[in-house]
């Protein structure tokens, strides 16, 4: 087994394992910190892909970001030792087979698709100094007026779940 395949191998199982208990915690703050390795193992596959920026990304944003973001909401909300209800079987039932039928359409999915066996030359690669500048840009194809937005809507929504959570002492 050749370096790739064993890493491939580990952050398969982190992230199969992870996000099994993510669903099934009943704690939240144990989901969130579960979450939070699914997200850091997805970024070890882009990494892994040899798509760097795109993992880059991953860990910022999402690992860095957003579970921050959960997590602190969870703290400021509610009380950590909570633990959730458990679901009913009228629950369970149903979940789980949905759950087999996607596993079953992606599997049969997968296992159909004809994948290419040559590798393509990639001449028409774009410069990183263009994607910085995209990024960066407030013109027509900039990315900066809707990060702010993106932004303000994140902060907002927090606000709002903040509001919404916190428990009323009438």
Known sequence: MTPNQLMFAIF???IIIFSILTVT???ILRAATFLLFVLV???GMYFLLRFNFLAAIQLTLYAGGIVVLIIFSILLTSH???KLEAPSLMKIIPAALVT???AI???ATILQYKFPQEVVANSDRTDIRVIAKALISTEKFGYALPFEVISILLLAAMVGAIILAKKRKD
């Open 80 to 82: 950590i030792g909570d």
């Open 41 to 43: 193992a997805t970024g």
């Open 105 to 107: 359409l992606t599997i």
């Open 100 to 102: 087999a039928f996607g």
């Open 12 to 14: 398969s199982a982190v």
């Open 25 to 27: 915690s009943r704690r």
